[in-house]
């Protein structure tokens, strides 16, 4: 029998409409890793949301945050992997981004510890994002007067919501640089507003789960996503699921339809798959 991972997405893909694992979910999630399943996720969150969401998951493989910038052991509490953004590409970077006068948000990660920095929270889906984490999950942002005073602290990630039309041409311009990698979705939480987000080339969910599959030793790997940052996982993937509320580009490049993230579609299908032989 093959040593298979299964990799799950999880806003609009394992979690339900109000981000949160149901009792369902978990309990089959618990079920199959205690019968020596291996069970991961891959995300845009960071270590402060991604694990206290999935706190109730004996997850037992290192997980895949921040579309693919680093790969973070629950169990450790420690960064296994890490992609870094060099000073001359957040140079680069920050060029493009003073031309927009965007509210984002800037990642570093020093010494095994996150920390977030804002240069304002002018947008409404800036100061929504902020008072969630903050209230929700008590993370700590930094406001600083202008990005070009944090080229010194291993950043490592860059991220914005706004309006499609806002983004679209700032995204473009990004693009452009060599050595940087954008992803660049819809939020499934408000449907209106889009993620922009840039990392190194170096970092993205295919990268990740690649390293994983080879650190690991992994023969197979089974992914599930909904929305466009998961096409480079369903890319690393032997065998890749869309939920039934994912976006079309996703459904075409699944190997089969499942159910939607609030009918525990995720965890349903991973135990149908484990009761056949691999």
């Known amino acids: 029998?093959?040593?298979?991972?299964?990799?799950?997405?999880?806003?609009?893909?394992?979690?339900?409409?109000?981000?949160?694992?149901?009792?369902?979910t978990r309990s089959i999630l618990n079920e199959v890793i205690l019968s020596g399943g291996y069970f991961s996720v891959a995300t845009a969150r960071t270590a402060a949301t991604a694990v206290p969401i999935t706190s109730g998951i004996n997850i037992n493989v290192p997980v895949v945050l921040m579309n693919g910038v680093c790969i973070y052991d629950t169990v450790k509490k420690e960064y296994v992997k890490i992609e870094k953004l060099s000073e001359p590409l957040l140079l680069k970077m920050f060029d493009v981004l003073g031309k927009y006068h965007l509210s984002g948000f800037l990642f570093s990660i020093n010494n095994g510890v996150l920390e977030t920095f804002y240069e304002n929270l002018d947008s409404e889906n800036a100061r929504r994002f902020y008072e969630e984490r903050t209230r929700r999950y008590g993370k700590y942002f930094t406001r600083v007067d202008d990005f070009l005073s944090c080229t010194d602290k291993n950043a490592v990630y860059y991220s914005v919501t706004d309006r499609y039309e806002l983004l679209r041409p700032v995204c473009d311009e990004l693009r452009g640089i060599n050595g940087l990698h954008i992803d660049f979705y819809r939020d499934v939480y408000a449907q209106e507003y889009w993620y922009l987000e840039v990392s190194s080339a170096d970092a993205s969910k295919y990268n990740a789960v690649k390293y994983i599959r080879e650190k690991y030793g992994f023969d197979r790997i089974v992914g599930f996503g909904d929305n466009l940052n998961d096409l480079p996982l369903f890319e690393a993937c032997d065998e890749k699921y869309a939920v039934e509320n994912a976006r079309e580009e996703v459904r075409k490049a699944a190997d089969?339809?499942?159910?939607?993230n609030n009918d525990n579609g995720v965890a349903r299908k991973i135990y149908e798959l484990l009761k056949k032989p691999l």
């Open 1 to 24: 029998m093959s040593k298979t991972l299964y990799i799950s997405d999880l806003d609009g893909t394992l979690l339900d409409s109000s981000a949160a694992v149901t009792e369902d």
């Open 256 to 260: 089969g339809i499942i159910p939607s």
